[in-house]
């Protein structure tokens, strides 16, 4: 399995610009994570889903944060309007249900939004 | 709720010297433990973890972790560094049932090596 697969691993954007990242996760996996981190703040859980369903979003920052699980293989997270304080390296991690497993990485998208 | 304290956010070390790396959770069910280390520019990557059974968990890289329950702790060492060391380390809690799956991370510890 190629791993946990972010897209892009770099984007720029303009304040008030629509981000989207996208993520696919280790086939067979059921959990999926999506993380952010920055100096400031470290590593943040923003949304977790569960067999495709979000579980807990209690870490989306704002409204303009939204994320979606429409299949086993794909999920994105969507920020609109960005702002500058978006920018951050978001990460997407995925692992079994069980927990008894440990999350694997994607490589991060690094967000700058000007 | 689970919670993850992990007490240095940087760690100064000279190579080849020993170090350890502390992390203490709260929880009021049983846990699984894992300690990732995170190299510059890349994701995060699993150390060792701790499930149940021994103690004393042994990981990649020759770091080694011993889960405390009494204490709530379970620190991270490696008895002699290497350059190439040089990264953080979080420290993760998640629930010891199969009921949920999220994953608490510390707010990580900055290792650096001196030659």
């Known amino acids: 399995d190629a791993g946990v697969i972010q897209s892009p691993r770099h984007e720029v954007t303009e304040m008030g610009q629509e981000v989207t990242l996208r993520c696919k996760p280790i086939s067979g996996h059921n959990s999926l994570f999506w993380y952010r981190q920055t100096m400031m703040r470290g590593l943040e859980l923003l949304i977790y889903?569960?067999?495709?369903?979000?579980?807990?979003d209690s870490g989306m920052p704002e409204d303009r944060f939204s994320a979606k699980m429409p299949n086993a293989s794909f999920s994105t997270l969507k920020i609109q309007p960005s702002e500058p304080r978006d920018s951050a390296v978001y990460f997407c991690?995925?692992?079994?249900?069980?927990?008894?497993?440990?999350?694997?990485f994607g490589q991060g998208t690094r967000l700058t939004v000007v | 709720a689970q919670s993850v304290t992990q007490l240095d956010s940087q760690v100064p070390v000279f190579e080849e010297a020993p170090v350890e790396l502390r992390c203490n959770y709260s929880s009021s069910v049983s846990v699984y433990l894992f300690w990732y280390v995170q190299y510059p520019n890349q994701g995060l990557q699993l150390l060792l973890k701790?499930?149940?059974?021994?103690?004393l968990v042994k990981g990649i890289n020759g770091f080694e972790a011993e889960f405390n329950k009494s204490q709530t702790s379970f620190h991270l060492r490696k008895p002699s560094v290497h350059i190439s060391d040089t990264a953080e380390y979080f420290c993760?809690?998640?629930?010891?049932?199969?009921?949920?799956?999220?994953?608490?991370f510390g707010s990580g510890t900055r290792l650096s090596i001196r030659p």
């Open positions: 993760a809690v998640t629930p010891g049932d199969s009921s949920a799956s999220k994953i608490i």
């Open positions: 991690a995925s692992t079994h249900l069980t927990g008894n497993t440990e999350a694997f």
């Open positions: 889903f569960n067999n495709n369903v979000p579980i807990d």
């Open positions: 701790y499930l149940s059974g021994s103690t």
